[in-house]
């Protein structure tokens, strides 16, 4: 086999590449580039996972390469139906992200319920005052998603003593299905929000389903920002129908100075950073070389996206 | 037996004492009457736990309580040589603040791992500014103090992965003792200090202490502010000895709007609130109701302090 060429997309250096010298010929592209230089590749990396750029290239003229990577949990940023149809092979990052995600999500929880920000606050005000806050033990939550990192969340807060629930898109042992998610959010003093961005789960969380929620509820999403109705959170935390959110995602990013949701209040505005840990480039790279190791040697991928569903499948 | 008359020290209103009505006198004072009523008081309830008024009162004449109760943790507020060496029995409120304390030093922790703090600052100036933060699971922390507080918290941790290692005051099983506690400070991603203020502990957090600590480490105090040394932990964080520090009790309380400590770089300055959970007066004053009733009925107490150690003995 000739050695084949691997396209990076990216936005900026990668590491842990140098492990497929002699084994790719490595070209490198940015956005504007790609579509040129797709017909050439057998393999594209997808290591700048904030570009929509395949999406764009890909219905283009040519051959296209037999599998795409990308250094991401969901692949709703490159995913289009010419691509979907096609035999191209999708693999993502999946197994990177689900602990330090978990954590981060414990963080936001017991944030909001020991009052932090409103501490960070006073103590900019040299202000002493006491309040109460929230004991997490014995509170229950939801997590919508049950993919690795949404169930790696749930072990999380249930190692803090959280009873928590997950609902995925059927319900299966462990798992309850769309038709409990109502009556399981009534109940919730916490909701996550870690699906994949599929169809079903576009816009799910809406001005009925804050509406749902205990007024003593809060929500976090660390999936995707179209999950989110966001003018209807905002409003919702407005009306104090729910007590407080954290968004870690957004369906614009990043977040533009003149956005309103940087002011919301009770709302807390990260830049999409629940996943990246110091050292999280190189474990994406060293993920990468292990597929390509596969790959090259014709055995079966790891990570397989079912292209039509948006996510790798199983459990 | 005569009704007993029961004295409480309390500046706010307490609950739950209704259940008494009938088989206590109860009288209220605050610390300027506290000299005067103790000779005719049976049984002294410390509610208002701020207060030094106990220590100061209590070597004066006549008789004393046979029984003082206080509302906290620590005894250090209220104890004296006098007290120490009298008859009298000294309880406190172990158990109610276990679970919350516990609880709130994993929030400081995951506040400190996900940078939360800046995310905050960064959220007021409209700035998106995506950073890398640390992975909390495998990494190890050092708790000082094997009491109740001090093992829930460990327990916590450990929920979350972080390997723990306790500190008491003698090695045992599952506890290591003080000439183990430098070893384990110079590898620690995180200290914890949680022990009760005694003449060993007084000041134990200090400048050589902060030196032998990782340039990376965290340290949180939910004990009592007099543990730690506040002008050499100031100092340990402007110099980058430690990265990071969180301080809810001090050694002046409350803290004066001209504390420098408001404004060190790099440490978190909460109320004095880690225990003190919504619903946590209730389960204060139900736990004395109980204590009372055991009492009166000249059954033994639980919760006895210790009076030369200063804390409840055990385990």
Same mark, same amino acid.
């Given at each position: 086999m000739?050695?084949?060429?691997?396209?990076?997309?990216?936005?900026?250096?990668?590491?842990?590449?140098?492990?497929?010298?002699?084994?790719?010929?490595?070209?490198?592209?940015?956005?504007?580039g790609?579509?040129a230089?797709?017909?050439?590749?057998?393999?594209l990396?997808?290591w700048?996972?904030?570009?929509?750029?395949?999406?764009?290239?890909?219905?283009?003229?040519?051959?296209?390469?037999?599998?795409?990577h990308?250094a991401?949990?969901?692949?709703?940023h490159?995913?289009?139906?010419?691509?979907?149809? +096609?035999?191209t092979v %999708?693999?993502n990052? !999946? $197994?990177?992200f689900?602990?330090?995600? /978990?954590e981060?999500? #414990?963080a936001?929880?017991l944030?909001?319920?020991?009052?932090?920000?409103?501490?960070?606050q006073?103590?900019?005000e040299?202000?002493?005052?006491h309040?109460?806050s929230?004991?997490?033990?014995?509170s229950r939550?939801?997590v919508?998603g049950?993919?690795p990192?949404?169930?790696?969340?749930?072990?999380?807060?249930e190692?803090?003593?959280i009873?928590?629930?997950?609902?995925?898109?059927?319900?299966?042992?462990?798992?309850?299905?769309?038709?409990d998610l109502?009556?399981?959010?009534?109940?919730?003093d916490?909701?996550?929000?870690?699906?994949?961005?599929?169809?079903q789960t576009h816009?799910?969380f809406?001005a009925?389903?804050f509406?749902?929620m205990?007024? +003593?509820a809060?929500f %976090?999403?660390?999936? !995707? $920002?179209?999950?989110?109705?966001?003018? /209807?959170?905002?409003? #919702?935390?407005?009306?104090?129908?729910?007590?407080?959110a954290a968004?870690d995602?957004?369906e614009?990013?990043?977040?533009?100075?003149?956005s309103?949701?940087?002011?919301?209040?009770?709302l807390?505005?990260s830049?999409h950073?629940s996943g990246?840990?110091?050292?999280?480039?190189?474990?994406?790279?060293a993920q990468?070389v292990?597929?390509?190791?596969?790959?090259?040697?014709?055995?079966p991928?790891?990570n397989v996206v079912d292209?039509?569903?948006g996510?790798?499948?199983?459990?």
């Open positions: 000739p050695t084949p060429t691997l396209l990076v997309l990216d936005a900026e250096p990668l590491p842990r590449l140098g492990r497929l010298t002699g084994h790719a010929r490595i070209e490198h592209t940015d956005a504007e790609l579509a230089r797709l017909p050439r590749a057998d393999v990396l997808v700048d996972f904030t570009s929509r750029a395949v999406r764009d290239a890909w219905p283009g003229e040519g051959p296209r390469p037999r599998w795409v990308t991401s949990a969901g692949v709703d490159l995913m289009c139906p010419e691509l979907a149809a +096609s035999d %999708v693999t990052a !999946r $197994g990177i689900d602990q330090p995600i /978990a981060y999500v #414990a936001l929880v944030a909001m319920a020991k009052d932090l920000p409103r501490t960070l006073l103590q900019r040299r202000t002493w005052r309040r109460e929230q004991k997490i033990a014995g939550a939801v919508v049950t993919g990192i949404g169930r790696a969340i749930a072990r999380t807060l190692a803090l003593d009873t928590t629930a997950l609902v995925g898109r059927a319900p299966r042992p462990g798992v309850h299905g769309p038709e109502d009556r399981l959010l009534a109940r919730a916490w909701v996550i929000a870690a699906a994949p961005l599929t169809e816009g799910m809406d009925r389903r509406g749902v205990q007024p +003593s809060r %976090v999403n660390i999936g !995707r $920002g179209q999950l989110v109705v966001e003018d /209807a959170l905002a409003e #919702a935390l407005a009306k104090h129908w729910i007590a407080g968004l995602v957004f614009s990013e990043p977040l533009t100075p003149d309103p949701l940087w002011q919301v209040p009770g807390i505005v830049p950073m990246d840990i110091v050292g999280w480039r190189d474990e994406l790279g990468f292990e597929l390509y190791e596969l790959w090259a040697a014709g055995k991928l790891e292209k039509r569903r996510y790798v499948p199983g459990h």
